[in-house]
């Protein structure tokens, strides 16, 4: 299952969401809202404080959501690397 962090209030994020509805998929994702809980925060900012998948972000000053974080634990920022 890939996890999606994001937010509803992005409106990259609402898309991704519009996507997954529309792939049919929505057994192989897990949308986590990082502004509903602090801890799912925490654990956003975890990946996006180490991970080089935010490189960018972090130099550009953007929060790089909607992220993918695959099975593998692998992240990437992009929705075309996790089929959608």
Do not use: W
């Amino acid at each position: 299952m890939i996890k999606v962090y994001g937010m509803p209030s992005c409106p990259d994020c609402a898309e991704v969401e519009e996507r997954i509805k529309a792939s049919g998929k929505e057994n192989d994702f897990t949308l986590v809202d990082i502004g509903k809980h602090v801890v799912y925060l925490k654990a956003f900012l975890q990946l996006r404080d180490r991970d080089e998948a935010f490189r960018e972000a972090r130099e550009q000053g953007y929060v790089g959501i909607p992220c993918f974080v695959r099975e593998d634990g692998s992240v990437t920022l992009s929705h075309e690397d996790v089929g959608l």
